[in-house]
């Protein structure tokens, strides 16, 4: 087998939210693939600190952009700053997310649910639709969206808007998928179990957060960020040609 469909020499990679968690540990691995990147979130001196080391560790170019992906002059800036500096975009990671607001749905506010949202599922809708756009040009390009298990057929409790959101980017990849497919380009997802993160790293590490990987997981562990690296550089490598619309989850025996 030749081992180079999975090389991504000359490509470039758009990561949201890849300035920390499960969106920089796919940075880093699409980087250490050979992918030049883009580093894009909210907070801006993150992002370069990020690019710095992932530049350093690889050789590889990245560029830091500051955006909200909620908003669509920001995403729209993105994927036109990502052209104008490489001249391309050929993969887009959407990996910017926040957490369930733990409320039931009977005490969360309107706040809450368009929190959620906004960032969870618009802002994978404005990331997706601009860089569709240029991919259409190119006649070619590779979506990855990072969903959730409780995106999928499994449910918590609280967790109403992180579920709906979660679910929702699920269905508009198979969506884009349908519709890109002619374009070739590939649309897929990716649905994390419980991953140690900074944004989960007080509660998994806690003697209850112990108890809980223990009692669901088959594994009795968390997963770590670098176990994402391998399924986020095949479905954005030639090796999977002939992979979109799929639902990838990556639990640790979770959901089986």
């Known amino acids: 087998m030749d081992l180079s469909i999975f090389a991504l020499n000359g490509k470039v990679a758009v990561v949201t939210g890849g300035n920390s968690g499960i969106g920089r540990g ?6 250490e693939a050979g992918a030049d990147i883009v580093i894009a979130a909210r907070r801006f001196e993150q992002c370069r600190e990020v690019c710095s080391e992932i530049e350093k560790k690889t050789g590889v170019r990245c560029l830091p952009v500051k955006c909200d992906v909620t908003k669509t002059d920001e995403a729209n800036g993105l ?5 104008k500096e490489f001249g391309k975009i050929d993969i887009l990671v959407n990996s910017a997310g926040v957490g369930m607001s733990d409320k039931p749905v009977v005490e969360m506010s309107d706040e809450d649910w368009d929190a959620t949202l906004n960032i969870n599922l618009r802002g994978t809708f404005l990331c997706s639709r601009a860089a569709a ?4 040009k190119q006649k070619q390009g590779k979506i990855i969206d ?3 298990i409780y995106g999928t057929t ?3 409790r609280n967790a109403g808007d992180y579920c709906a959101s979660k679910a929702g980017v699920i269905q508009l990849a198979k969506v884009m998928a349908l519709e890109l497919a002619k374009y070739n380009i590939q649309v897929n997802v990716i649905c994390p179990g419980y991953f140690l993160t900074p944004m989960n790293y007080e509660f998994l590490s806690s003697e209850t957060g112990q108890k809980v990987l223990k009692a669901n997981i088959p594994m009795q562990r968390s997963g770590n960020v670098d176990e994402l690296k391998g399924i986020a550089i095949y479905l954005a490598s030639p090796a999977s040609s002939f992979t979109t619309g799929a639902t ?4 640790g025996g979770h959901i089986v």
């Open 26 to 31: 796919i940075a880093e691995g699409l980087a």
């Open 79 to 83: 994927i036109e700053s990502t052209v």
């Open 133 to 136: 756009r240029e991919m259409i």
């Open 146 to 148: 990072v969903s959730s």
């Open 154 to 156: 499994r449910a918590i």
């Open 248 to 251: 990838i989850v990556v639990d």
